[in-house]
């Protein structure tokens, strides 16, 4: 560790794309408020030379090694030399390939990147992808029966982002601002296969958003009535009151991040189904 503490070196070794490693890591790490992991990310990594050139930085900024390698000389490797200069290395699949093995009986195929295999699922991503980009912020509403997922809400409440996170998991979805004087889509109306989802924030986290957006902008003139304390409350209680109309699943997202809505979402989508099964 550093001196100071306020931060340590981090080594992601991946023979793949690393997404793995990024995510555990970053999920770990968040739980350190007082240090902060510089991110040293390696993917693709499948020969002996890629590694000589990942064990050279891990000497020059030696900290916390993780991998995802398959390759068991690479394994060996990148071990050895961790203990040679006494930092910490851990591979994140290997305990739970072992707990799979014992379980199941029989051995990995030893593929690399196998979960990236372009297969139904990977082609369904793809489409639904697709879909939620043609379908963004109201567009094409003719299409929304198609849709798994409808997300709706006024301004800067994350419809976009979550749609794209959502599709990326392979839920089509698309979604609908709601603005006050302005006629909802009478498709939205009349849904009936996709769940639609109403997200809401409170007006005080809306209007430092709207704020930030409009600094970002440079166009903090002529959009007093977007950050106006009355407008925004107007707008919040018009999406609330639609909401009740239409029973749409409401959901608050004032302290939620793109990932723990779509987590959300996901959930209610799942309830739902689950529902009309029995």
């Given at each position: 560790?550093?001196?100071?503490?306020?931060?340590?070196?981090?080594?992601?070794?991946?023979?793949?794309?690393?997404?793995?490693?990024?995510?555990?890591?970053?999920?770990?790490?968040?739980?350190?408020?007082?240090?902060?992991?510089?991110?040293?990310?390696?993917?693709?990594?499948?020969?002996?030379?890629?590694?000589?050139?990942?064990?050279?930085?891990?000497?020059?900024?030696?900290?916390?090694?993780l991998?995802?390698?398959?390759?068991?000389?690479?394994?060996?490797?990148?071990?050895?030399?961790?203990e040679?200069?006494?930092?910490?290395?851990?591979?994140?699949?290997?305990?739970?390939?072992?707990l799979?093995?014992?379980?199941?009986?029989?051995?990995?195929?030893?593929?690399?990147?196998?979960?990236?295999?372009?297969?139904?699922?990977?082609?369904?991503?793809?489409?639904?992808?697709?879909?939620?980009?043609?379908?963004?912020d109201?567009?094409?509403?003719?299409?929304?029966?198609?849709?798994?997922?409808?997300?709706?809400?006024?301004?800067?409440?994350?419809?976009?982002?979550?749609?794209?996170?959502?599709?990326?998991?392979?839920?089509?979805?698309a979604?609908?601002?709601l603005?006050?004087?302005?006629?909802?889509?009478?498709?939205?109306?009349?849904?009936?296969?996709?769940?639609?989802?109403?997200?809401?924030?409170?007006?005080?986290?809306?209007?430092?958003?709207?704020?930030?957006?409009?600094?970002?902008?440079?166009?903090?003139?002529?959009?007093?009535?977007?950050?106006?304390?009355?407008?925004?409350?107007?707008?919040?209680?018009?999406?609330?009151?639609?909401?009740?109309?239409?029973?749409?699943?409401?959901?608050?997202?004032?302290?939620?991040s793109?990932?723990?809505?779509?987590?959300?979402?996901?959930?209610?989508?799942?309830?739902?189904?689950?529902?009309?099964?029995?």
């Open positions: 560790m550093p001196t100071d503490g306020s931060y340590f070196h981090l080594h992601l070794v991946s023979d793949s794309t690393g997404e793995t490693l990024i995510t555990v890591s970053r999920a770990v790490a968040a739980q350190y408020a007082n240090v902060s992991p510089v991110e040293h990310v390696y993917p693709l990594v499948r020969s002996q030379k890629q590694l000589d050139r990942v064990l050279t930085e891990i000497e020059e900024a030696p900290g916390i090694v991998f995802t390698l398959l390759e068991k000389d690479l394994v060996g490797r990148l071990e050895a030399k961790c040679e200069i006494n930092i910490p290395s851990l591979s994140i699949i290997g305990p739970v390939m072992q799979f093995q014992a379980y199941l009986g029989s051995s990995t195929t030893g593929r690399v990147g196998a979960q990236h295999t372009l297969n139904a699922e990977y082609f369904k991503r793809i489409d639904a992808l697709n879909y939620s980009m043609i379908h963004d109201g567009q094409h509403v003719e299409g929304l029966e198609d849709a798994d997922v409808v997300l709706v809400g006024v301004s800067r409440t994350s419809k976009t982002p979550t749609s794209i996170y959502l599709a990326n998991r392979g839920i089509r979805t979604n609908v601002p603005v006050p004087g302005i006629a909802i889509p009478h498709q939205l109306e009349t849904l009936t296969k996709p769940l639609v989802v109403s997200l809401h924030a409170t007006p005080e986290r809306l209007i430092q958003v709207r704020q930030n957006r409009l600094l970002s902008m440079g166009a903090t003139v002529g959009n007093e009535d977007y950050i106006d304390r009355q407008s925004v409350n107007d707008e919040v209680s018009f999406a609330r009151r639609l909401s009740a109309k239409y029973g749409w699943a409401l959901l608050e997202v004032t302290r939620r793109i990932e723990e809505t779509a987590a959300a979402v996901m959930k209610l989508l799942a309830d739902r189904q689950r529902q009309r099964q029995e």
